[in-house]
T-cell receptor
Framework: NAGVTQTPKFQVLKTGQSMTLQCAQDMNHNSMYWYRQDPGMGLRLIYYSASEGTTDKGEVPNGYNVSRLNKREFSLRLESAAPSQTSVYFC?????????????FGPGTRLTVL | SQQGEEDPQALSIQEGENATMNCSYKTSINNLQWYRQNSGRGLVHLILIRSNEREKHSGRLRVTLDTSKKSSSLLITASRAADTASYFC???????????FGKGITLSVRP
């Protein structure tokens, strides 16, 4: 099992460019999440998908869109990148809600917006 | 907004010593979880404690939860250099398996 995979690992964009971060999990998990991690800020939830076919905003959704393509894949799109979106992005998944919701994280994507 | 707040922000100890990290939160929770993050890597789940539990052990880890004080502590006994990492507490407060993470504690274990 690969767990949670993310592509790309690194990306440099110019202001205004667009890109899609890809995430896939092979654990048959229902829920998937996108976070950003900035120095001194911990992890902040951007969007999540509680189950296939649903997506909801998290704490910092502005400037992002997501697609839950199927049960395995959850992508994050930046339509017009801004320097404030320079961050490390993590995708995570969990089996189900309630008391068994430990999350499994991917290795992250380091994004720099110039 | 940050639900969990870890304390201290940074901790430096000698190998073999115990490391104690604290987390406080603001609202009622379903469970509280601790994660570790090695430099440049993703987070790894360490332990989960439910709101009706007071203490839990996993290897060299001991977690306590005091819901009356809205606080939790993570104890790592007999620390090793390999324990050097950032540690985060995360709280589950509702449905949809969402977690709210604190800002993290940087632990350095000196050989």
């Amino acid at each position: 099992n690969a767990g949670v995979t993310q592509t790309p690992k690194f990306q440099v964009l110019k202001t205004g460019q667009s890109m899609t971060l890809q995430c896939a999990q092979d654990m048959n998990h229902n829920s998937m999440y996108w976070y950003r991690q900035d120095p001194g800020m911990g992890l902040r939830l951007i969007y999540y998908s509680a189950s296939e076919g649903t997506t909801d905003k998290g704490e910092v959704p502005n400037g992002y869109n997501v697609s839950r393509l199927n049960k395995r894949e959850f992508s994050l799109r930046l339509e017009s990148a801004a320097p404030s979106q320079t961050s490390v992005y993590f995708c995570a998944s969990s089996a189900r809600g309630g008391i068994y919701n430990e999350q499994f994280f991917g290795p992250g994507t380091r994004l720099t917006v110039l | 907004s940050q639900q969990g707040e870890e304390d201290p922000q940074a901790l430096s100890i000698q190998e073999g010593e115990n490391a104690t990290m604290n987390c406080s939160y603001k609202t009622s929770i379903n469970n509280l979880q601790w994660y570790r993050q090695n430099s440049g890597r993703g987070l790894v789940h360490l332990i989960l404690i439910r709101s009706n539990e007071r203490e839990k052990h996993s290897g060299r880890l001991r977690v306590t939860l005091d819901t009356s004080k809205k606080s939790s502590s993570l104890l790592i006994t007999a620390s090793r250099a390999a324990d050097t990492a950032s540690y985060f507490c995360a709280t589950d407060v509702g449905a949809n398996s969402k977690l709210t993470f604190g800002k993290g504690i940087t632990l350095s274990v000196r050989p």
